[in-house]
């Protein structure tokens, strides 16, 4: 991160604060006749609140305290980096009236640029790739932005690629790439604006932040404050399992927002004292806990922030001031981790541990040790589609000739499921009086009776329709995604 100098005042945040004092109070605006009215949305950017978490802090000796960058207009932390690069961009003269901002980003990042943008007069085109959800792509074409989607299929240097079309919209003349992972106006709007908030707001009573780090631009700026300010303060990492900044060989995860697999030059790593790294399990569990016992819906980098202040915090005194910075709020995740069939789909079941094991589920399906039902290799596909009928199930199990009970894996040569009979039917119209030999797909997984629920979800994430329950190596019943669930709904 060498080149970036983050104290560079010629690095224009006009909104931010370069022209006034930044410990002076919160701005109030006032309109031409006195009012407080702000002159538009962009000058209620910063300056968020900061609250105390009594009831997440409730075992831990320490005053946990957060700065809710949620409330900001685009909703976070990101309106500040928005404002500043496009600013920084403008005063540079690279950013002209009427030019085009360019960025890849599909996320808050793309929200702060685009109300900036809209506010402005700026055409907004952002480069997004194939997976990101339709929410979010409506989010920014909400705000006027084009959207640009591309395939991830794609080597980078193919010219349909994320990489090739960005690079390619911003060669084009009157556009403007920010790129927040260089930019040096995305930490230094932290120095002139989040780092001297957090000192006001705290009176300087600030022992520790503990933060994410994505593009590293608020840890590097506010770290920068605020040892300055306090040499002694301790800025705490929160990383996530599977990112390289806490040391981890680099592998996906769920949390959006934070660590990475490179370094960028907006991070300086020699601000952060300590880093706590946080599974994503624990990052939704803690982000739900918030919402549901301090009312704060926040989204999952938050969670592993808060994870990471509590276990630091529980080795701190309780003269100690833990503050947790928290990047956005929970609205844009309410069909991932605040959604009870995608935590359980994920393997992520909160209640599920200790809720039972595979037996406890044939149980609740009252369904444990009847004879499971099963197709052999020269029934009819017609016979087939007319079980799976009688019994409401889209797949079965396919046993040996003259096996009908207690099958062990050698019994079981393979299984029947409703897509593939539909893939034949559409391929040959003769196929209903073939033999199910013909259509076979492999056998279910199976999972022993005594195994935890946890384990059953893991095999129906990665794509099984359904797992075969075994009692000492004996076939006692089938599972469907629908059964698992239902069960752990009950257990609430
Ligand atoms: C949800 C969320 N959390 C945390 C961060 C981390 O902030 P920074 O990029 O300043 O390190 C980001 C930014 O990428 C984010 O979007």
């Known amino acids: 991160m060498a080149s970036i100098d983050v104290q ?26 006195g009012r407080e009215v702000a002159p538009d949305l962009i000058a209620l950017m ?29 909703g976070s932390v990101k309106d500040r980096i928005g404002i500043a690069m496009i600013e920084a961009a403008e005063a540079a003269g690279q950013l002209k009236p009427g030019g085009t901002i360019v960025e890849p980003t599909s996320g808050n990042t793309g929200v702060g640029l685009a109300i900036v943008a809209a506010r402005r007069g700026y055409r907004c085109v952002f480069v997004v790739p194939d997976k990101v959800s339709n929410d979010k792509i409506s989010l920014l074409r909400a705000y006027g932005a084009e959207v640009v989607v591309c395939p991830t299929a794609v080597a980078p240097e193919d010219p349909r690629s994320y990489y090739s079309v960005s690079d390619r919209l911003a060669a084009q003349p009157n556009a403007f790439k920010p790129d927040q992972y260089f930019n040096p106006a995305n930490p230094q709007s932290h120095v002139f604006s ?29 770290g920068r ?37 490179f370094w960028p030059d907006t991070f300086d790593p020699s601000m952060v004292d300590v880093w706590e790294r946080v599974s994503d399990a624990e990052s939704f569990a803690m982000a739900r806990r918030c919402a549901r016992e301090e009312g704060i819906l926040v ?17 701190q005194p309780a003269d100690a001031t833990i503050v947790v910075l928290l990047p956005d709020s929970g609205r844009g995740y309410l069909s991932k981790f605040y959604d009870d069939t995608w935590m359980a789909e994920h393997g ?30 020269d029934e009819s596909v017609a016979a087939a589609i007319t079980l799976l009928k009688e019994f409401g199930v889209s797949q079965m199990p396919v046993f040996r000739d003259g096996v009908h009970d207690h099958a062990t894996s050698d019994d079981v040569i393979g299984s029947v499921r409703e897509n593939a009979l539909l893939d034949a039917a559409l391929r040959d119209a003769d196929v209903m009086s073939k033999p199910i030999v013909e259509v076979l797909q492999p056998p279910l997984p199976t999972v022993d009776v005594g195994a935890p629920i946890d384990e059953v979800l893991g095999s129906l994430a990665a794509g099984a329709p359904a797992v075969m329950a075994t009692d000492d190596g004996h076939s006692v019943g089938v599972l469907t995604r629908a059964d698992v669930l239902t069960f752990l709904a009950g257990q609430d």
């Open 194 to 222: 989040t780092g001297p908030e957090l000192w006001r707001q705290t009176d300087g009573q600030i022992d520790a932040l503990v933060l994410g780090v994505g593009t590293g631009g608020t840890t590097t700026g506010v």
């Open 46 to 74: 910063g300056d968020t609140p900061m609250v105390a978490l009594n009831r997440l802090s409730a075992d831990v000796p320490p005053t946990m305290i957060a700065k809710l960058e949620m409330l900001n207009p685009g």
């Open 225 to 261: 404050y605020l040892k300055e300010r306090k040499p002694d303060v301790t800025i705490v990492g929160a990383d996530p399992e599977g990112s390289l900044y806490s040391g981890d060989e680099a592998r996906p995860y769920l949390v959006e927002g934070i660590g990475e697999d």
């Open 348 to 377: 992520f079941v909160e209640h599920a541990s200790g809720a039972g094991s595979v037996a406890d589920v044939l149980d609740f399906k009252g369904e444990y040790l009847p004879p499971v039902v099963h197709l052999h290799p």
């Open 8 to 33: 560079d005042r010629s690095i224009y945040t006009r909104t931010l604060g370069i022209e006034r004092d930044p410990l002076e109070l919160p701005r109030r605006h006032l309109d031409d006749r």
């Open 299 to 315: 989204g999952g980098s938050c969670g592993t922030a808060l994870v990471a202040a509590h276990r630091y915090a529980a080795t």
